[in-house]
């Protein structure tokens, strides 16, 4: 009876601290619009589900109408700015319920917000900081180097995961590892997620102003609001990166560590020294901050990345397919002009483009500087002309967008 009534006790300060680590839904406030994210709604197969909360949300007051994308992983819903998002919240958090069997989704947003995290670690930092100069820390520096290990190493990972469950990992583990940190002696960790932090601060930023600018034209009316051509997922996971597989050899490498430092030193604290000593950070945060930089650099160009995620896969990405189909314009454009001796360059050229029709690529048309030929034609080698500077020129076209360059 008494490991039965520890064991049910265990099970709900796990299930309490599950629902305290468990992210809140994300919403986002547009002018008359909400965009309240959707953890399995959106998902394939799901589709009549998801009618039946549209239906019971356009049900509320105030609300003109709401559209499922499963695209975006949200319910958008136009509602006037002044009406509180809680009442559809409430419908949202009914309805969108996860099936039996069905793997819980922590949705897109399962990571802390930037600025907490950033925060998290100025703090750790001002902590650490103030550890330097009393000359003490609270917690061994090898605590967190088996925290980064836990944090870049998948496996450990996956136990973390399943040790915690119904909270996800991504959303604990960072302030757990800047809180660790920061009682550690030592800031150089928290220094490197410092860095990685403002660059997927920088990120959000620019993101969030893009989202601002395009909103209207994106979700602005139901027609647009609304989609479903979402297939089921992948046929199988993605395989790992180049960060992964480095941090797969680097748990071995610091396993090895750690029993060959116990073997010559004799000193289990000695020993597990040597084994964090391989801790892999430097790859992940590499590819974080490139990712981060990449999407802001998209943003303000007026791309944008609606899964920030899949920015940080193309470290897996050896071949890209492109049709050349969708490269075309349909139009025809000038691509080269052969000039015979005696003639101007650049007269020849106004002439070549005031006379292409590119509606009637083949046709001949005259023009004050001779005629023009058709796509690919060009004089003969010898033989007469019709009159001076009737053949002054040959011209290939190819169908090219009008802002691309030469073609291949």
């Not at 590892?177 to 150089?188: D, F, H, I, N």
């Not at 003969?380 to 691309?404: F, H």
């Amino acid at each position: 009876m008494p490991i039965r009534q520890a064991r049910r006790a265990l099970g709900e300060v796990g299930s309490i601290a599950g629902r305290a680590l468990r992210p809140s839904r994300t919403v986002h406030r547009y002018p008359d619009r909400l965009h309240i994210e959707l953890r399995h709604l959106h998902k394939a197969g799901r589709w009549s589900e998801a009618q039946a909360l549209e239906h019971a949300v356009e049900e509320l007051p105030a609300v003109h109408w709401a559209r499922v994308n499963a695209a975006l992983g949200r319910l958008i819903v136009h509602v006037p700015e002044e009406v509180s998002p809680e009442d559809v919240l409430e419908v949202v958090e009914a309805l969108d319920a996860v099936l039996e069997g069905e793997e819980p989704g922590a949705g897109l947003f399962a990571a802390p917000p930037t600025a907490l995290a950033l925060g998290a670690d100025l703090v750790g930092l001002t902590i650490t900081g103030a550890q330097w100069v009393l000359g003490r820390a609270p917690l061994p520096s090898e605590v967190a180097g088996l925290v980064a290990f836990a944090d870049t190493v998948p496996v450990l990972r996956g136990v973390l995961a399943a040790a915690v469950p119904g909270a996800p990992v991504e959303r604990w583990l960072p302030l757990t590892q800047a809180a660790v940190q920061a009682l550690a002696p030592g800031g150089t960790g928290l220094v490197v997620d410092t860095a990685q932090r403002l660059w997927q601060r920088r990120e959000a930023a620019a993101t969030h102003r893009l989202w601002r600018i395009a909103e209207a034209d994106l979700t602005g009316a139901p027609e647009r609001a609304g989609c479903t051509g979402v297939s089921g997922g992948r046929s199988h996971d993605l395989r790992d990166g180049p960060p992964e597989r480095h941090a797969g050899r680097m748990l071995a490498v610091g396993l090895g560590g750690l029993v060959l430092g116990g073997l010559l030193t004799g000193s289990a604290r000695r020993a597990l020294d040597v084994g964090v000593a391989a801790a892999p950070k430097a790859p992940h945060a590499a590819r974080e901050v490139f990712a981060a930089e990449l999407a802001a650099r998209l943003a303000g160009r007026g791309v944008l990345a609606l899964h920030p995620a899949a920015l940080r896969h193309l470290d897996r990405i050896d071949t890209v397919l492109l049709d050349a189909d969708a490269l075309k314009a349909g139009d025809l454009v000038v691509d080269e002009v052969a000039v015979l001796a005696g003639t101007s360059e650049a007269e020849v050229a106004e002439h070549v483009h005031a006379l292409l029709d590119p509606g009637a690529p083949d046709e001949v048309r005259e023009g004050a500087g001779g005629p023009s030929a058709p796509p690919n034609a060009c004089c003969p080698a010898g033989g007469s002309r019709p009159r001076a500077g009737a053949c002054a020129v040959r011209a290939r076209c190819w169908p090219w967008p009008r802002a691309g360059g030469r073609a291949p």
